[in-house]
């Protein structure tokens, strides 16, 4: 964690002042919309002894459900061990669906908690590791893979280090008259970091074009930390080259790369972990080599993954002088790279769309129940899967199946059983709230034939 002026011998007055500051400033309630807005999660912020400071955030259409799932006692205990441990500042856990994450990041200072944030998200990647009876929770349009909740988390709890640690060096200043340039130092450059994030954050919220999105990232971490150079490069497969998504210079800089298209693959895109040199010291007489040829004197290169897997590196580069990264700095770039990610993830399963419907529709088909999806806004039908057509076509031809299946669904959510008269069969229904490829809002209906196990039920009790 940053280093803040409050210490351990804080009392808890002091605690409590830096907190009023952050209610008075709704800062705790702006950046709990930004985490809920970021990764699709529900978020809410408590102070050391568990008492809420701001309403549990996230679509209110689904705050309640989320609520309703959630296993209060585990949330608790994951609490106090967490406010409690000197070793451990968040925790992740199973709820009580498979699909269901907690966690909880407590942001310290001289290991004593000053706030908590409470989260959940709903995975839409769960199934496959879940065993086939384990029940999911479904029906929400809110979700995100396992890597982004994690990736979520850190992105908190780095935010929320950084929050405090503004916050306190704000309030000491404001306490002792600015009397220490060292102080006011860090105060700026807390402040250039937050604005930095916040500005980052919002691309996350605009449809801009990609390429925009990506030099706004690479240009907005390079002029926080005054470096020459920055770029997205992607490398091919077993490739030895690569190609250049985006890059920013710094004024007065020329690129590295200037007229070539494919440049070759440098050693420093390689692995999975993040990658530093401060100087030239630990690396092989050939990789120094390499690096005084692209007159690179320090670099820090991060991974992006995308859908699962690393096609891109995030590189910033110094090229006047050997450079010391601060701890600061590399969480930073980290942070802006999360984001970038993020905005990455969610274009990419925009433009992948279409081949999402003609998945869905295969899937569907394979359904053993008879599917109809119903579109809330026009009261139309918008699917049917094979097995509907073939067991209530009529009803499909004559418009009369919407009204049966309403008569057995009275809320968005929800399950039930009756009697079809007309075909002497008992069906079960199950119903749930969707939204629809065309983002309109949906309930899906899926009808089970229920007969010969009612016969069977009633051959066993004889």
Not at 23 to 32: A, D, H, V, Y
Not at 435 to 462: M, V
Request: net charge negative; with cysteine; proline share 2%.
């Amino acid at each position: 964690m940053a280093a803040v002026n409050l210490d351990e011998n804080s009392s808890g007055s002091e605690i409590s002042h830096l907190i009023q500051s952050l209610l008075e400033g709704k800062k705790l309630e702006k950046w709990q919309r930004y985490f809920c807005r970021m990764a699709n999660i529900f978020v809410c912020c408590v102070d050391r002894g568990g008492d809420p400071l701001t309403e549990f955030g996230g679509d209110p259409n689904e705050v309640p459900r989320i609520l309703k799932a959630v296993n209060k006692d585990q949330l608790q205990n994951m609490l106090l061990r967490v406010s409690e441990s000197t070793l451990e500042d968040q925790a992740i856990e199973t709820g009580s669906y498979p699909n269901l994450r907690l966690a909880v990041v407590t942001a310290k200072t001289g290991n004593k908690p000053v706030l908590s944030w409470l989260i959940c998200g709903v995975l839409s990647d769960a199934s496959e590791a879940s065993e086939s009876s384990d029940v999911l929770l479904s029906g929400f349009e809110n979700t995100l893979t396992e890597r982004e909740f994690e990736n979520a988390v850190d992105i908190v709890r780095n935010i929320s280090e950084e929050l405090i640690c503004h916050e306190t060096a704000v309030l000491t200043i404001e306490a002792e008259k600015r009397k220490s340039r060292d102080c006011e130092k860090r105060m700026k450059a807390a402040i250039k970091r937050m604005e930095a994030l916040a500005e980052l954050v919002q691309l996350l919220e605009n449809d801009d074009a990609i390429e925009g999105a990506m030099i706004r990232v690479l240009g907005t971490a390079g002029r926080f930390l005054d470096i020459s150079s920055a770029a997205l490069c992607q490398v091919p497969d077993d490739a030895s080259y690569m190609h250049i998504a985006a890059h920013w210079c710094n004024k007065g800089r020329k690129w590295l790369y200037e007229g070539e298209s494919t440049p070759p693959k440098p050693f420093f895109l390689r692995g999975e972990k993040v990658f530093i040199v401060s100087d030239s010291s630990n690396l092989t007489k050939e990789e120094q080599e390499e690096l005084k040829s692209l007159n690179i004197r320090s670099i820090i290169v991060l991974p992006i993954a995308v859908n699962g897997s690393i096609n891109m590196y995030a590189c910033f580069m110094e090229q006047d002088r050997e450079r010391s990264w601060e701890v600061e700095e590399i969480k930073f770039l980290n942070d802006s790279v999360k984001i970038l990610q993020s905005v990455l993830t969610r274009r990419s399963q925009k433009n992948s769309l279409e081949g999402f419907y003609s998945s869905l529709e295969a899937i569907l088909n394979q359904v053993e129940g008879a599917v109809y999806v119903e579109d809330l806004i026009t009261e139309t039908g918008v699917f049917t899967n094979r097995s509907m057509h073939s067991q209530f076509e009529q009803e499909l031809q004559d418009g009369s199946i919407n009204d049966l299946l309403k008569q057995q669904s009275k809320e968005e959510d929800g399950n039930s059983e009756f009697f079809l008269e007309s075909r002497a069969k008992w069906y079960r229904l199950s119903y749930t709230r969707i939204k629809w490829i065309d983002g309109n809002p949906a309930l899906l209906y899926i009808l089970y034939d229920e007969t010969e196990k009612k016969i069977g039920q009633r051959k066993k009790r004889k």
